[in-house]
């Protein structure tokens, strides 16, 4: 109760320091319009459904993709752990790939897809698979041969080997890549939002894009503080708990 | 260490007493390639266990005794030689032959209770009620009752021991293989595992090959102890230990035997040096 007094506090702070700097004219209402304002259009964004609407696009958007390069990228970090071969030819293309800020992606996407939904996946896909395939691999190496050997003795083999000994056992690994396959496609699918204006709907960095193009800065800013927001309450809800379980399974630091 | 309480037909059946291994090693050779060239690890070890004798194997650390343990196990092949369990060749590992390391090789995504399961699922003639049952009667059997869902790492690494001593009896082996399964842990708590151990020795009646660098635990726990000479690997001398069990360490009859069988070792030591220089 007591931290969360202090964070409500902290914030509550921060809120005043943005009104005073707003009350205090240094800069222009324009570039800096006061807290007030970033609120009410929140509130008729919500009420008119712009907001509601653009973040269902805009997270429908990512989940799918993130899906996908979850369903390619675990398959083929298994297999470029198991095989030499995969290792040095997939496993190298997704370290050089992993190395190339997801943005990039965006030029290609449009040249290849258009101005389309699949333009928008493709950039996703790509943010999250080449971190996933890495920490897959990687985890997938780091098993104590010793847990092989054990599980060998108690006539686990094959199929069994892997989904109840190896993943496992790569699992804090395989979550922290998943955890940043999340932060690039995120990353990277607001960049595309913001580059690419598609008629199939309008997301949230669409309308990011949209507010710069009215000078309206309180759009601009209430929709950095949804997509701040999306972004914690996606750690909160859906990363935080697998990672306290893996700590306390694990016996690694509490976080 | 209590008994578990009864259980119904089908997991009775599976607690059952069942008749412990024969042992046939003959002639088992296995090199190496290392650095400085190629190690003869064993050099035609041969070797009979008994159904139901708990064999001591000791020597230096290099000997080759955690070799030929890993080829009963199954997890390596000889280059050469054969290993017979009831006289059905080894291919492979199996759980008729169960391996309990020197660390306790837990999977620390399971709490106590599911590791205990681990090998119990693999068996397929059970149901999901027997086998809770069952690792319910080991736990017990290794007094771990009370932790059933603590995590791995909040267990002492005695407590570790009993819960890979319990996950390796669980699917009823007929073979019991210990590689220095108590060398990282304190005196006091491996002297309270040395009583355990012939305990549920004698109540499970399992083949046991126990590989040890501590002389004094293989003559507290062996009916024989198997002296290795390494470079190359092979049985050097054997030691009958013909003491009454449950056997304590701290006595006379056993530091005697302790002492027979260190001088051996020592000498070994020594003609080893010779031959070097």
């Known amino acids: 109760m007591k931290r969360f007094l202090l964070a409500a506090a902290f914030f509550a702070a921060l809120v005043l320091l943005w009104e005073a700097a707003f009350r205090a004219r240094i800069w222009s209402p324009v570039l800096l319009p006061s807290p007030w304002q970033v609120a009410s259009y929140l509130k008729n964004a919500a009420v008119d459904g712009t907001l509601a609407k653009a973040t269902v696009i805009t997270m429908r958007r990512l989940l799918i993709g993130y899906f996908i390069g979850l369903v390619v990228g675990l398959p083929l970090g298994l297999l470029t752990a198991r095989w030499k071969l995969f290792g040095d030819t997939i496993g190298t293309m997704a370290l050089g790939l992993q190395t190339l800020p997801s943005v990039c992606w965006v030029p290609l996407a449009l040249l290849w897809f258009g101005q389309t939904e699949a333009a928008m996946l493709f950039v996703v896909v790509m943010g999250t698979l080449w971190s996933v395939v890495i920490a897959t691999e990687t985890g997938v190496r780091n098993v104590p041969p010793i847990y092989r050997r054990a599980a060998l003795t108690m006539g686990s083999k094959r199929l069994h080997m892997w989904f109840k000994v190896i993943l496992p056992a790569a699992l804090p690994f395989i979550v922290s890549g998943m955890k940043q396959g999340w932060a690039f496609a995120w990353r990277s699918l607001m960049a595309a939002e913001i580059f690419v204006t598609i008629l199939t709907g309008f997301g949230l960095g669409q309308l990011l894009h949209y507010g710069r193009e009215l000078s309206a800065m309180d759009q601009v800013i209430a929709i950095m503080l949804v997509i701040v927001v999306i972004g914690l309450l996606a750690d909160k809800i859906f990363f935080s708990p697998i990672e306290k379980f893996l700590h306390r399974r694990w016996g690694t630091s509490q976080a | ?277």
């Not at chain 2, 578990?4 to 412990?20: D, K, M």
């Not at chain 2, 690997?233 to 006379?252: A, Q, S």
Request: charged residues 25%.
């Open chain 2, 1 to 277: 260490m209590r008994r578990a309480a009864r259980h119904h037909s089908s997991v009775s059946e599976e607690l059952e007493v069942i008749a412990p291994s024969k042992l046939a090693i003959e002639n088992v050779s296995k090199s190496f390639q290392s650095a400085s060239g190629t190690v003869l690890a064993l050099d035609r070890v041969s070797l009979n266990v008994a159904e139901g004798e708990f064999v001591c194997l000791v020597g230096a650390s290099g000997c080759g005794k955690s070799t030929l343990l890993n080829i009963i196990a199954g997890l390596e092949k000889p280059d050469s030689g054969t290993v017979r369990a009831d006289g059905k060749p080894v291919t492979g590992p199996g759980r008729e032959r169960l391996v309990m390391f020197q660390e306790p090789a837990l999977f620390p995504w399971l709490d106590v209770f599911g590791n205990v399961l681990f090998g119990l699922k693999l068996k397929p003639t059970l149901t999901n009620k027997d086998r809770r049952d069952v690792a319910k009667y080991y736990l017990e059997l290794v007094g771990l009752s009370r932790f059933e869902h603590a995590n791995i790492h909040e267990l002492s690494g005695g407590m570790k021991q009993r819960v890979s001593l319990a996950r390796a009896l669980a699917p009823n082996p007929r073979v019991l293989l210990m590689d220095e399964p108590f060398a990282a842990l304190d005196a006091l708590t491996r002297e309270q595992l040395y009583g355990d151990i012939q305990e549920i020795w004698s109540a499970r009646r399992k083949t046991i090959v126990f590989v040890t660098h501590n002389v004094r635990e293989a003559a507290c726990l062996g009916d024989r102890v198997l002296l290795f000479s390494p470079h190359p690997g092979r049985i050097h001398e054997e030691f009958p230990v013909k003491l009454p069990r449950p056997r304590d360490i701290n006595t006379v009859d056993l530091a005697a035997y302790a002492t027979r069988i260190t001088k051996a070792l020592r000498s070994l030591g020594q003609a080893e040096a010779i031959g070097a220089r």
